[in-house]
Nanobody, 123 residues
Framework: EVQLVESGGGLVQAGGSLRLSCAAS????????IGWFHQAPGKGREGVVC????????YYVDSVKGRFTISSDNAKNTVYLQMNSLKPEDTAIYYC????????????????WGQGTQVTVSS
């Protein structure tokens, strides 16, 4: 059974840090792209960052560049999202998702999704 499980969310003050984990099972990351998405209350789900497990290339939206770092440990079949200098506007549910091949825009292109983990940043 294919599964993605996120962990590491929580409540943090502005300026603080969190590290999210996305553990994959039922498939190996080697041939997949893993994206992190967030969904704030009343808003749609948006892509934040993505990593291509094949070559390690990464893509970030402008709002998180310099603050967030995505990494992949293929031996552990886990992707991490290090979030530093957190802002209240980063508050959202964070989801990881997988698609075969390379990173691409469009939520609908990602086949497997985790259940999400809540990140709350207080001011």
């Amino acid at each position: 059974e294919v599964q993605l499980v996120e962990s590491g969310g929580g409540l943090v003050q502005a300026g603080g840090s969190l590290r999210l984990s996305c553990a994959a099972s039922g498939f190996t990351l080697d041939d997949y792209a893993i994206g992190w998405f967030h969904q704030a209350p009343g808003k749609g789900r948006e892509g934040v960052v993505c990593i291509n497990s094949k070559d390690g290339s990464t893509y970030y939206v402008d709002s998180v560049k310099g603050r967030f770092t995505i990494s992949s440990d293929n031996a552990k079949n886990t992707v991490y999202l290090q979030m530093n200098s957190l802002k209240p506007e980063d508050t959202a549910i964070y989801y990881c998702a997988a698609r075969s091949g390379y990173c691409s825009g469009g939520n609908y292109l990602y086949k497997y999704w985790g259940q999400g983990t809540q990140v709350t940043v207080s001011s």
